[in-house]
């Protein structure tokens, strides 16, 4: 029986769960949105909704209680200075409920992109399930939060096949024409002649 168990094991011992909890919490913070499995999700915002509520208070007892919270590791440490300097002015017209947990859709017909096709897709990115084991995903992220997309890189204009086809030409004919003096001048600096 799981009389007077309010935690959520999740299958793992204290300890472990203690690491799995705090690294989403400091992954949550510093991406603004993670996606995560379900009971992970729910077993975690309680920590992220206390850790912003002492970041709120301000004083530096609240930072040391979050320290505490989150452990001394640096990467804690960035966290709580983040939670403590950002996520307090975000949250200042908030008295709780700073994060929220979304389904994502279970199959391709809930889904409302057009996903891409090809065999280098990570399909797993795009539903609520894993691939692996099925397991329900949600993305868990910060009301309010400022998500910033990742840049794609600029590929250059496509030029037309007739428009190639006269680059080529005068490229060609530059060619032939500096050709000769490029020779020349070779043969001047090469060690033979010397």
């Known amino acids: ?28 913070v510093e991406h603004g949105r993670i996606r995560t499995t379900i009971q992970k999700a729910k077993a975690a915002k ?19 209680l979050a320290i505490s ?23 200042k017209a908030r008295s709780g409920g700073y994060t929220r947990i ?7 017909r809930l889904v409302q992109a057009d996903l ?22 949600v993305l868990w992220e910060l009301c309010e939060a400022e998500i910033v997309k990742r840049e794609k890189k600029a590929k250059p204009a496509k030029v037309k096949k007739a428009a190639k086809k006269k680059l080529k030409g005068n490229e060609l004919i530059e060619a032939a ?11 001047a600096d090469s060690p033979k002649n010397a």
Do not use: W
């Not at 024409?177 to 043969?187: D, H, L, M, Q, V």
């Open 46 to 64: 309680p920590l992220a909704e206390q850790l912003i509520t002492l970041g709120k208070k301000g004083t530096p007892h609240h930072r040391r």
């Open 69 to 91: 919270e989150l452990g001394s590791t640096l990467q804690a440490k960035k966290t709580v200075k983040k939670v403590f300097d950002e996520l307090t002015e975000r949250f």
């Open 177 to 187: 024409k500096t050709a000769p003096a490029i020779a020349k001048e070779a043969a």
């Open 1 to 28: 029986m799981r009389h007077m168990s309010a935690v959520k094991s999740l299958s793992r011992k204290p300890a472990h769960r203690l690491a799995t909890m705090r690294n989403m919490v400091i992954n949550l």
């Open 116 to 137: 891409p096709r090809g065999k280098k897709i990570n399909r797993s990115k795009f539903y609520g399930t894993r691939l692996g084991d099925n397991s329900t995903l």
């Open 102 to 108: 979304m389904r994502l859709p279970t199959t391709i």
